[in-house]
C-alpha cells in the first residue's frame, strides 16, 4: 500500500481538540514512508482520533491515523517506530509457528519463552536467518526469562503438555491448568496491558483459567479456537467443491472439541451459502470431519498434534487486534449472558481489535442451533468445575 505524501493542515486539527504537544509533530511531517506499520498502543491518540471522527467523519480518522504514525516516528527520530511486541510462551511445535506466522506478517517483535533451556533460542535464531529471505525486519528472541517479555501487546499461550499414552483426561487438566496458572501470573505483571490470548487445551478452560488468573477484564482474555475451526471447514469446503479458499467463509461456534457447533447456513462461497452448493448429506459428512479435525492430524503424526493451522489462526487474531481490524471472527469469549450463557467462555461470533474483544456478536439462532452451544458450554463448564477441584481453588 503505497501512500503519496501528505500534508496535514493542522489547523482543523487544533480546532478538534489536539493538544500543543502533538500539533508540532504533525505539522513536520509531510511524507510517511511504512504506513503499514501503525502502531497503535498509545490510547491517547485513538482517543483524539474517536473525538475527530464524531465530527467530521472517517476522512479525520484516516487522517489521524498518519498523524499517528507520523507522531511516532518523529518522536523517536528519523525513521524510528514503536514496534509491536508479541510474547509467545512455549516454543513448541504450535509456539514456534505461531512466532514464524507473526514475524512473516510483519507484525510485531516476538519474544518465544521456555522452560527449556535453547529450544526458543534456536528456533528464534533460525527464524531470524529466514528473514532476509522472507523480508520482514521483526526481532525474534528466545530466552527463558520472562523479564523479557515485559511491555508486550500481546501474550500468546501455548505452553503445555500433549497427553500421553495411560495419562487421563483429568491427569492432563490437571498438569496443563498448573503450568497455564503459573505462565499467566508471571506474565501478566510484567504486561498488565497486555491482550492474553489463550491456545493450550482445554482451551476453553484455560482460557477461563487464564483470565481468573490474570484478572484482566474479559475484553482483554480471548481463546484461540473458532478461527481455528472455522478455517478447517473453509478447507473442507474447499477440497469439497474445489472453489479458491479465498471466496470460502465459514463459522464454527461451541466448545473447542467434540461439542463444537459449525454453522452451515453462515457458511458461504462468496456470499453464496453452501446449503445451496451441496446436498445435506455432504454437508454433514465435512462437519463431520472439522469435528475431527484436530484428531485425524494426530491420528496420521502418530504423536503431536496439528500447529500449522493452529498457528496460522492465532497469527490472524494478533493481526486483527494489532492493525485494529474490527473483524468478526468466532473465538473464545466469556459470555456474560449472551445468547443465554454466562460465567463460561465458549466459541462465540466476537470482533477483534485493539483493546481485544470489542463485542459478541448475537445472531438469530434456531432453538435446535442454540441447544447445540448450550449443550457445548455445559460440557466446558464442567470441566472448569473439575479443574477447580482439581486445583482445589482457582
Ligand atoms: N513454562 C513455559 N513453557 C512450558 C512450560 C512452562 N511451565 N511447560 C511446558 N512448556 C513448554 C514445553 O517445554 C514445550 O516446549 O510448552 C511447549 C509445548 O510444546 P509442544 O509439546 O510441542 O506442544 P504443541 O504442539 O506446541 O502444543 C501446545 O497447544 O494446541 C495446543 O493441544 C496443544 O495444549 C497444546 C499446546
Redo the contacts with the bound molecule.
Keep these: 500500500m503505497d501512500h503519496p505524501p501528505t500534508f496535514i493542515d493542522v489547523k482543523p486539527l487544533r480546532r478538534f481538540g489536539l493538544d500543543k504537544k502533538t500539533v508540532p509533530l504533525i505539522q513536520h511531517i509531510q511524507y510517511f514512508p511504512n504506513p503499514h506499520r501503525v502502531f497503535t498502543e498509545l490510547d491517547y491518540f485513538f482517543r483524539q482520533t474517536e473525538l475527530m471522527l464524531k465530527q467530521t467523519g472517517t476522512r479525520a480518522l484516516a487522517m489521524l491515523r498518519f498523524a499517528n504514525i507520523a507522531a511516532r516516528e518523529q518522536a523517536q527520530g528519523p525513521g524510528g517506530f514503536v514496534v509491536n511486541k508479541v510474547t509467545v ?9 505461531v512466532a514464524q506466522y507473526v514475524a512473516d506478517k510483519d507484525l510485531a517483535d516476538v519474544v518465544v ?4 533451556e535453547g ?2 533460542q534456536g528456533k528464534t535464531l533460525d527464524m531470524m536467518q529466514a528473514a532476509p529471505i522472507n523480508g520482514h525486519d521483526c526481532n525474534l528472541i528466545g530466552t527463558n526469562d520472562y523479564a523479557d517479555t515485559k511491555n508486550s501487546d500481546i501474550v500468546v499461550i ?5 497427553r500421553k499414552p495411560g495419562m487421563s483426561r483429568d491427569d492432563l487438566l490437571k498438569i ?1 491448568a ?2 497455564v496458572k ?2 499467566a501470573e508471571k506474565t501478566v505483571k510484567l504486561s498488565p496491558d497486555a491482550i492474553f490470548i489463550c ?5 476453553d478452560v ?1 482460557t477461563y483459567l487464564t483470565w481468573k488468573t490474570t484478572k484482566l477484564p474479559t475484553s482483554r482474555v480471548i481463546g484461540m479456537a473458532g478461527v481455528l475451526d472455522s478455517a478447517r471447514f473453509q478447507a473442507f469446503i474447499g477440497m469439497e467443491l474445489g472453489y479458491s479458499v479465498e471466496d470460502i467463509k465459514a463459522m464454527v461456534l461451541g466448545g473447542h472439541g467434540d461439542l463444537m457447533v459449525p454453522f452451515p447456513r453462515f457458511s458461504s462461497v462468496n456470499g453464496v451459502p453452501i446449503t445451496e452448493l451441496m446436498t445435506p448429506e455432504r454437508i454433514q459428512a465435512l462437519v463431520a470431519r472439522t469435528r475431527d479435525g ?1 484428531a485425524e492430524i494426530v491420528s496420521l503424526l502418530k504423536s ?4 500449522y493451522a ?1 498457528g496460522a489462526s492465532v497469527a490472524h487474531m494478533v493481526e486483527a487486534i494489532l492493525k485494529d481490524k474490527n473483524r468478526l471472527l468466532p473465538c473464545a469469549v466469556y459470555a456474560d449472558g449472551e445468547y443465554g450463557l454466562k460465567d463460561v467462555y465458549v466459541g462465540l461470533p466476537a470482533v477483534l481489535g485493539r483493546e481485544g474483544m470489542k463485542k459478541i456478536v448475537e445472531l438469530k439462532l434456531t432453538a435446535e442451533e442454540l441447544a447445540a452451544l448450550k449443550k457445548s458450554a455445559d460440557s466446558i463448564k464442567e470441566n472448569v468445575d473439575q479443574m477447580n477441584k482439581l486445583l482445589v481453588a482457582v
Design positions: 510462551v512455549g516454543s513448541g511445535f504450535v509456539g514456534a509457528t519463552v521456555d522452560i527449556l529450544i526458543p501455548t505452553a503445555g503438555i500433549a496443563n498448573n503450568i503459573e505462565v491456545v493450550t487445551n482445554p482451551l484455560m484436530g503431536g498434534s496439528a500447529y493452529p
